[in-house]
């Protein structure tokens, strides 16, 4: 189904708009290629000079110019062909480099425009989704436009200065047989318009289709290891054959009407250069058209008509690159839900007093995951959120983070609405160890201080020590320096954890939030993180979001949070002589109570 965006319908104008900045190059390029064209056209006319000097000696063209002996007109035809020539290939070479270099400076400002963009927008877009659809439209849709930049543009300026050049001369030389060569052109660039209007749709749909099998790949390598666990190789090649088949067929429609495009106009063209032939070969004849001229229609006329042939093949990298360009321009007009504040956040300015007020909020619109939550977490205590899966513990650190803008309520930092500050600075004082750990393809070191480039080699193996992970990272085969695998896949979970721990260490936040920190990790090694949290979290203001109470029994205060507000505060003996849902849930976890089925 076709976008009715206005990147999406007009994207030959938003691509000019966005082209502005390289008006100068474009003007330089297209410059370059109708001098080119200009001087490719010079060779028919030098023939029909040359003819003209052979058949009409000292009455020649040349002649009549007052060079009237045949050798001296032969080199100076000779001089012509050879300035004409290089001069071609000269216009050739500077076309090409410019065009191709446009097309790339384009294509890279565009992709970085696009994906800085994406990397603006909030959380919720990117969970609405699928990460090979995004990947679709960076690489795919951009590169697009990058062939018919590198191509398509070329072509279709020297068509436009070709029609100009040898109508001109055609009107010049013989106005009476003119006609007969230009009568195709109004229907050949009817044809064209029309096949370009009708091919948007098909090409829209091709984009669409490969959007959606970049999707499945993505998501397929991304869970290779659950295919492989649950057998699941022949079914996920199944749905793979699906959607690559349906890809196959979409280009197959677009392709049934573009390959149409060629033959119909070649035999429109067939007509103007028959006409030409026969009745200015008459008009020779009879004398009312020299031999040269004639020459020279002949020629022209054919330079004029074939090349329209393959204006199909440019409409389809047109067309092509137009569908490509309204999927990019519609992620680049996708509005930014959360807006930055204006105020500065400096580090040491912080105390780190946080405060919900009244919160409210829901996920796109459904039900309420927090509904009215206030709560206070003094400045440098730890605080723990317990609760039941869905309580809504985890949506509190994405609002916090503002990854999310609450629907009702307030979130305040040391009395100031965190939607004031610049989100750089709010994100900035803030240390997320999350439960699902991502570690990117590179080493344990450039994991570690990802978000603190600068930091020195005894700040990080502190960082690492502080969270328990230099034991482990000394045993691996280049230390510090061994390749972690796509998402930290060649270390246990616990490993990762651990490097997650030391990222947010070395980052020395003013808030600390740990959501589920210790989850991945062995009791031995949670009671070794936990000393290294107790001493990281002194002087600092820590949220420990935890499912195992164990966790959290030392905190300065625990909220239990049930049905998306906050149920029971207190620290942990007031909880459990509370007798409540927190006291219940202790009892479970230590064993001294069995959970009713």
Same mark, same amino acid.
């Given at each position: 189904?076709?976008?009715?965006?206005?990147?999406?319908?007009?994207?030959?104008?938003?691509?000019?708009?966005?082209?502005?900045?390289?008006?100068?190059?474009?003007? %330089?390029?297209?410059?370059?290629?109708? /001098?080119?064209?200009?001087? !490719?056209? +010079?060779?028919? =006319? *030098? &023939?029909?000079? $040359?003819?003209?000097?052979?058949?009409?000696?000292?009455?020649?063209?040349?002649?009549?110019?007052?060079?009237?002996?045949?050798?001296?007109?032969?080199?100076?035809?000779?001089?012509?062909?050879?300035?004409?020539?290089?001069?071609?290939?000269?216009?050739?070479?500077?076309?090409?480099?410019?065009?191709?270099?446009?097309?790339?400076?384009?294509?890279?400002?565009?992709?970085?425009?696009?994906?800085?963009?994406?990397?603006?927008?909030?959380?919720?877009?990117?969970?609405?989704?699928?990460?090979?659809?995004?990947?679709?439209? %960076?690489?795919?849709?951009?590169?697009? /436009?990058?062939?018919?930049? !590198?191509? +398509?543009?070329? =072509? *279709? &300026?020297?068509? $436009?200065?070709?029609?100009?050049?040898?109508?001109?001369?055609?009107?010049?030389?013989?106005?009476?047989?003119?006609?007969?060569?230009?009568?195709?052109?109004?229907?050949?660039?009817?044809?064209?318009?029309?096949?370009?209007?009708?091919?948007?749709?098909?090409?829209?749909?091709?984009?669409?289709?490969?959007?959606?099998?970049?999707?499945?790949?993505?998501?397929?390598?991304?869970?290779?290891?659950?295919?492989?666990?649950?057998?699941?190789?022949?079914?996920?090649?199944?749905?793979?054959?699906?959607?690559?088949?349906?890809?196959?067929?979409?280009?197959?429609?677009?392709?049934?009407?573009?390959?149409?495009?060629?033959?119909?106009?070649?035999?429109?063209?067939?007509?103007?250069?028959?006409?030409?032939?026969?009745?200015?070969?008459?008009?020779?004849?009879?004398?009312?058209?020299?031999?040269?001229?004639?020459?020279?229609?002949?020629?022209?006329?054919?330079?004029?008509?074939?090349?329209?042939?393959?204006?199909?093949?440019?409409?389809?990298?047109?067309?092509?690159?137009?569908?490509?360009?309204?999927?990019?321009?519609?992620?680049?007009?996708?509005?930014?839900?959360?807006?930055?504040?204006?105020?500065?956040?400096?580090?040491?300015?912080?105390?780190?007093?946080?405060?919900?007020?009244?919160?409210?909020?829901?996920?796109?619109?459904?039900?309420?995951?927090?509904?009215?939550?206030?709560?206070?977490?003094?400045?440098?205590?730890?605080?723990?959120?317990?609760?039941?899966?869905?309580?809504?513990?985890?949506?509190?650190?994405?609002?916090?983070?503002?990854?999310?803008?609450?629907?009702?309520?307030?979130?305040?930092?040391?009395?100031?609405?965190?939607?004031?500050?610049?989100?750089?600075?709010?994100?900035?004082?803030?240390?997320?160890?999350?439960?699902?750990?991502?570690?990117?393809?590179?080493?344990?070191?450039?994991?570690?201080?990802?978000?603190?480039?600068?930091?020195?080699?005894?700040?990080?193996?502190?960082?690492?020590?502080?969270?328990?992970?230099?034991?482990?990272?000394?045993?691996?085969?280049?230390?510090?320096?061994?390749?972690?695998?796509?998402?930290?896949?060649?270390?246990?979970?616990?490993?990762?954890?651990?490097?997650?721990?030391?990222?947010?260490?070395?980052?020395?936040?003013?808030?600390?939030?740990?959501?589920?920190?210790?989850?991945?990790?062995?009791?031995?090694?949670?009671?070794?993180?936990?000393?290294?949290?107790?001493?990281?979290?002194?002087?600092?203001?820590?949220?420990?979001?935890?499912?195992?109470?164990?966790?959290?029994?030392?905190?300065?205060?625990?909220?239990?949070?049930?049905?998306?507000?906050?149920?029971?505060?207190?620290?942990?003996?007031?909880?459990?002589?509370?007798?409540?849902?927190?006291?219940?849930?202790?009892?479970?976890?230590?064993?001294?109570?069995?959970?009713?089925?």
């Amino acid at each position: 189904m076709q976008s009715t965006d206005p990147a999406a319908t007009e994207p030959l104008r938003r691509l000019i708009r966005y082209s502005r900045p390289y008006r100068g190059r474009i003007w %330089l390029a297209s410059a370059c290629s109708i /001098l080119n064209k200009i001087f !490719d056209l +010079g060779p028919p =006319a *030098l &023939i029909g000079i $040359a003819v003209d000097i052979i058949v009409q000696q000292e009455n020649s063209f040349l002649a009549r110019l007052g060079i009237t002996d045949v050798w001296t007109q032969l080199l100076v035809l000779s001089g012509l062909t050879f300035a004409i020539w290089t001069l071609e290939s000269i216009f050739q070479y500077t076309y090409s480099l410019l065009w191709r270099n446009l097309a790339q400076t384009i294509e890279h400002d565009l992709r970085l425009d696009a994906y800085e963009h994406l990397q603006g927008l909030e959380l919720a877009y990117f969970e609405e989704r699928s990460t090979g659809r995004l990947m679709a439209v %960076l690489n795919d849709d951009i590169n697009q /436009l990058e062939r018919f930049l !590198d191509i +398509g543009a070329n =072509a *279709l &300026i020297q068509v $436009a200065t070709t029609v100009l050049v040898i109508g001109g001369a055609f009107l010049v030389l013989a106005p009476s047989v003119a006609w007969m060569a230009i009568l195709p052109m109004p229907l050949v660039v009817w044809g064209s318009i029309w096949f370009q209007k009708h091919l948007a749709p098909y090409y829209a749909d091709v984009r669409e289709r490969v959007s959606v099998l970049n999707a499945r790949l993505a998501n397929n390598f991304g869970g290779i290891m659950t295919i492989k666990s649950f057998t699941a190789e022949t079914f996920e090649t199944a749905q793979v054959r699906r959607e690559s088949e349906d890809y196959r067929e979409s280009n197959r429609s677009a392709i049934r009407v573009s390959a149409a495009f060629v033959p119909l106009i070649r035999m429109v063209i067939l007509v103007g250069f028959t006409a030409t032939l026969l009745f200015g070969g008459l008009a020779a004849v009879n004398g009312e058209l020299s031999v040269g001229t004639y020459s020279v229609l002949v020629f022209l006329t054919q330079r004029l008509l074939w090349p329209l042939t393959r204006l199909g093949e440019t409409l389809d990298q047109y067309q092509r690159a137009m569908a490509s360009t309204g999927r990019v321009m519609a992620l680049l007009d996708t509005p930014f839900e959360i807006h930055p504040g204006q105020r500065t956040l400096p580090r040491e300015s912080i105390r780190g007093e946080i405060e919900f007020r009244n919160v409210t909020f829901s996920y796109s619109g459904g039900l309420d995951v927090l509904d009215d939550v206030s709560m206070t977490v003094p400045a440098g205590w730890t605080v723990g959120i317990v609760g039941s899966t869905g309580s809504g513990k985890s949506t509190l650190v994405k609002l916090l983070l503002r990854l999310y803008e609450v629907d009702q309520g307030t979130i305040a930092l040391d009395g100031l609405p965190i939607s004031d500050f610049r989100l750089e600075d709010l994100r900035g004082a803030i240390g997320l160890v999350s439960q699902d750990v991502f570690l990117f393809h590179g080493t344990v070191r450039e994991n570690i201080t990802y978000g603190s480039w600068s930091a020195s080699e005894d700040e990080v193996r502190r960082a690492a020590r502080l969270a328990e992970a230099e034991e482990f990272i000394v045993k691996l085969p280049r230390g510090y320096e061994t390749v972690v695998g796509e998402r930290g896949q060649k270390l246990s979970g616990g490993q990762r954890q651990r490097i997650a721990i030391a990222r947010a260490i070395l980052k020395d936040p003013a808030i600390l939030v740990l959501d589920e920190a210790t989850s991945a990790v062995d009791n031995e090694t949670e009671a070794a993180i936990q000393r290294s949290l107790e001493r990281i979290s002194r002087d600092r203001t820590t949220i420990a979001i935890a499912h195992r109470l164990s966790t959290i029994r030392n905190a300065d205060s625990i909220v239990v949070l049930e049905d998306g507000g906050v149920a029971e505060t207190g620290t942990h003996d007031e909880l459990l002589a509370r007798d409540g849902v927190y006291a219940s849930l202790w009892r479970v976890q230590t064993g001294l109570e069995v959970m009713a089925d």
